[in-house]
């Protein structure tokens, strides 16, 4: 069956207070829009319609070419922003699926129940209803059923009587529609007191002329929580988070303290690693498995191997491979790599910088814009001083060598394999391999012995 999905995103959002549109207010790092839209694509619907309004330029320089755009210039109801839809859509045919940018927290596995729901009654009924059952009626419309138990009608919670008032099953806003039955009977929807034409009034017309309205009925109100303000925005979050610890931690991941651990959607952790409390986890970020992961660390849009230990550290855009070991008090900056084995202890900062294998760099130091190889000894206070005031210029330090404590190293410079500097050296030339250079500016004062020439022939 032919599916197209139409997402209503117009509104003002004056109650959010903001010049940025409400559907690009961020959820978990990610625009709240973005929560809907994985929903459409997993439903093999082909792209999905938006409907824009307010800020619809932001909107779009967010979402380029991901979606087909429908512009409502006049606010004037849900029925008039999915008509609207109609020469998007209308070709298509098949089932045509409605829901709202700001409910982010509906699982597509409802909105799969639900096509499935209306398309095994597709003969019979012209459209299905998302209705929850629950006390507190948050606003949401009733589901009016006859005595039989069939849907009669939606009627908002501000004209609904008193005994319309005490229905618990509510409506949720979210539709499937036999597409050849919507398009006309758009166009007959009544103008509302208010000057507006609702969609929900696509219910009574479909038992006004016998025909059976259908409702999916689920048990999790979080779901269908709309976001209108800042407040329910926070709310949103915290459901949103608690869903991705418990996913985590079902796949084998332990949070020690899920409440004060914030981890984003769409990071990947490995079995059997550990995320301690008040950790951050953001961005496309990808952690092996039997890692250590914080207290009191960020990591964003790292890749961090197996083995790994992160404590009170920020890692930003980096790259560590396995069994390394971070902080407390470290920086990994944009374009920092730390091969297997690597230490860096507190208060060090590594930019767009690579550390080679078994590598130890033990504190208060700054590497960047450095090639550093395997087996170096950092000392305490070593800093590349990598910018010249217009350039950046970079360090290259061979594999085996030991820098001094507060050794500085004027890039452009190259640190020959094996050789040494003694503490407080600022570096300015070359370092040949297998020497000791010390002093201010350093100079060489231990070469290695030279192979002793061949006997002449005799």
Known sequence: MQLSVIILAAGQSTRMRSSRPKILHPLVGRPMIRYGLDAARALDAGRPILVIGHGAEQVRAELGDEVEYVYQAQRLGTGHAVLQARPAAEPRGGTVLVYYGDMPLLRTETLVALVRSHEREHGHSPLT?????????????RVVRDGAGRVQAIVEEAVATEEQRRIRELNCGVYCFKSEWLWPHLERIPLSPKGEYYLTDLVELAAQEGCPVSAWTI????????????????????????????????????????????????????????????????????????????????????????????????????????????????????????AAGVHMGNFGEVKASYLGAGTKMGHFSYLGDAQVGKNVNIGAGTITCNFDGERKHKTVIEDDVFIGSDTLLRAPVRVGAGAKTGAGAVVTHDVPAGSVAVGVPARVVSRPAEPPEPDAAE
Do not use: W
């Open 129 to 141: 209803l998302l209705s929850v059952v629950s006390p507190d009626s948050m606003g949401f419309g």
């Open 219 to 338: 048990e999790d109100v979080a779901e269908v929580q709309g976001i209108n303000d800042r407040v329910h925005l926070a709310q949103a979050e915290r459901a949103m988070r608690r869903r991705i610890a418990e996913n985590l931690m079902r796949a084998g991941v332990t949070l020690i303290d899920p409440q004060t651990t914030y981890i984003e959607a769409g990071v990947e952790i490995g079995q059997d690693s550990v995320v301690y409390p008040n950790t951050h986890i953001q961005g496309a970020t990808r952690i092996g498995a039997n890692c250590q992961i914080g207290p009191n660390s960020i990591v964003r849009d790292a890749t961090i191997g197996d083995r790994c230990k992160v404590l009170a550290s920020v890692v930003e855009s980096a790259i560590l491979e396995e069994d390394v070991d971070l902080g407390p008090f470290g920086h990994l900056r944009k374009g920092a790599h730390l």
